[in-house]
Nanobody
């Protein structure tokens, strides 16, 4: 089970950190990703981090503002979001890819998903 948390209502320019905790799963064994789904839009890739050397990948719109990281001792993956914009408003989902070692941007590469946490950025 993956448990995403940390969402909330913030103002443009603020920062927020999302957490994804693994329950019953050791997250450092998996490539982990964050996706988001804005109202009326399809779910899209945000960021991913691989196992081992923890290579990261980001969608262009968040590069330089978001940072994905993992704390193996806490069995948690984080998404640090800074300089938030209204267009970042979405439900954010964490996901686990148990079979590949690349930071995939494809939803179908990820087998397990958390329940989502809502981030609302007001202008």
């Amino acid at each position: 089970q993956l448990q995403a948390s940390g969402g909330g209502l913030v103002q443009a320019g603020d920062s927020l950190t999302l957490s994804c905790e693994g329950s019953g799963r050791t997250l450092n064994r998996y490539t982990m990703g964050w996706f988001r789904q804005a109202p009326g839009k399809e779910r899209e890739f945000v960021a991913a981090i691989t196992i081992g050397v923890s290579r990261t990948s980001y969608t262009d719109s968040v590069k330089g503002r978001f940072t994905i990281s993992r704390d193996n001792a806490q069995n948690t993956v984080y998404l640090q979001m800074t300089s938030l914009k209204p267009e970042d408003t979405a439900v954010y989902y964490c996901a686990a890819d148990t079979t590949t070692m690349v930071a995939s941007t494809r939803m179908n590469a990820y087998e397990y998903w958390g329940q989502g946490t809502l981030v609302t950025v007001s202008s």
